[in-house]
């Protein structure tokens, strides 16, 4: 059992976010469970976590807000000490197109989705204890290996962020390791129908899609690898080569 071991994860009240806290604690992490809106869910979330047995707080931030996103990691230090490990998890996920996509559309996605998760990169490398090792985990998506026409501001955010991983790694190395891991069709999204969402599994190489307990599942085996780094896992039953 892992003992005294803090994580925080950004979106970490719902969707994979939510399945990544709660296998982590599991194990015997403690937990910061990043939310900007969804208060009740991270509340909630927060007890249940309380009942493994491990420490467990909320921590609120619009990860849009850039001075919001810079006191951050400050914030979450405060509340157990130095972090083990940051899961940058939380994203936006809007569709747009190469030919026609706004400002407006590409500021939303590259705040939230690339310097929200670099600038607390950033400040977790900083503040995260000199004395052990320590872990970032950056959420991407299958697409940055088989890119969507349909989500034009997203897929570059997160191509932009695995392109980060290498050079973290590179610069963090050796005492923080910098990984990532792609999903492919995990959750339904909001702009997908029950069967499209289904077709879109049904259409990966393995017919399975990828449930959010394989996400988490590669997520712990990452924190638990001593020689990873650097490194991009696909956990999208073969979207990518669909």
């Known amino acids: 059992m892992i003992k005294n071991k803090v994580v925080m994860v950004t979106g970490g009240s719902l969707r ?20 900007r809106n969804s208060k009740k869910e991270a ?7 309380l009942s493994k047995g491990v420490r467990c707080e909320t921590i609120r931030c619009d990860l849009s807000n850039y001075k919001q996103v810079n006191n951050l990691m400050a914030k979450a230090q405060k509340i157990f000490g130095s972090l ?19 400002k407006k559309q590409w500021e939303k996605h590259m705040s939230t989705n690339l310097y929200a998760p670099l600038k607390l990169s950033q400040d977790f490398y900083h503040l995260a204890s000199k004395k052990i090792e320590n872990h970032i985990i950056n959420i991407l998506d299958q697409s940055v290996q088989n890119p969507d026409i349909n989500f034009f501001s997203y897929s570059i955010s997160k191509l932009g962020l695995h392109g980060a991983t290498k050079i973290l790694a ?26 499209h ?28 690898s001593k020689s990873l780094t650097g490194q991009l896992i ?9």
């Open 234 to 242: 696909i956990v999208d039953g073969g979207e990518h080569l669909s």
């Open 16 to 35: 994979i976010g939510k399945q990544i806290c709660l296998d982590l604690a599991d194990n015997g992490y403690d937990i910061i469970i990043h939310y």
């Open 197 to 224: 969402f289904n077709l879109k599994k049904k259409k990966t190489l393995l017919r399975i899609g990828s449930p959010p307990a394989e996400i988490s599942g590669t997520v712990k085996f990452i924190l638990q």
């Open 84 to 102: 083990y490990a940051l899961i940058n998890n939380a994203s936006v996920f809007e569709n747009d197109y190469a030919s026609s996509f706004t």
């Open 43 to 49: 509340q909630s979330l927060k007890n249940t976590i």
């Open 170 to 195: 590179k610069e963090f190395s050796p005492r923080t390791r910098v990984n990532s891991v792609a999903p492919g069709p995990t959750l339904k999204n909001i702009h997908q129908s029950d069967k």
